[in-house]
Nanobody
Framework: QVQLVESGGGVVQAGGSLRLSCVSS????????MGWFRQAPGKQREFVAT????????LYTDSVKGRFTISRDNAKNTVYLQMSSLKPEDTAVYYC?????????????????WGQGTQVTVSS
């Protein structure tokens, strides 16, 4: 069993920055890929970013490229999402997820465990 706990969400003005953290427990963190997803009101959950077990492979959805950075610290069992130049359309609940394998994936079906989510609100 894996427990994932996100933190770092909040309210920020457009153009601002936030850093989300997700701490994992219950399984060897370095053995699996991690992902960040988000869900805005009335919309489906969408992929944001993913990182493989050692940080060597990273993927982003097009809308966040150049603004968001995913990283991980296996010694701290933590994955991060640094978000900069935030836009109102980034407003959503952000979820971290632990993958079935050590690789990256943009498909939510490839993730076994999910955190409870953290709210990010970007005001214009």
């Amino acid at each position: 069993q894996v427990q994932l706990v996100e933190s770092g969400g909040g309210v920020v003005q457009a153009g601002g920055s936030l850093r989300l953290s997700c701490v994992s427990s219950g399984r060897t963190f370095s053995s699996y890929g991690m992902g960040w997803f988000r869900q805005a009101p009335g919309k489906q959950r969408e992929f944001v970013a993913t990182i493989n077990w050692n940080g060597g492979w990273i993927l982003y959805t097009d809308s966040v490229k150049g603004r968001f950075t995913i990283s991980r610290d296996n010694a701290k069992n933590t994955v991060y999402l640094q978000m900069s130049s935030l836009k109102p359309e980034d407003t959503a609940v952000y979820y971290c997820a632990a993958g079935r394998t050590s690789s990256t994936s943009t498909n939510h079906r490839d993730y076994t465990y999910w955190g409870q989510g953290t709210q990010v609100t970007v005001s214009s």
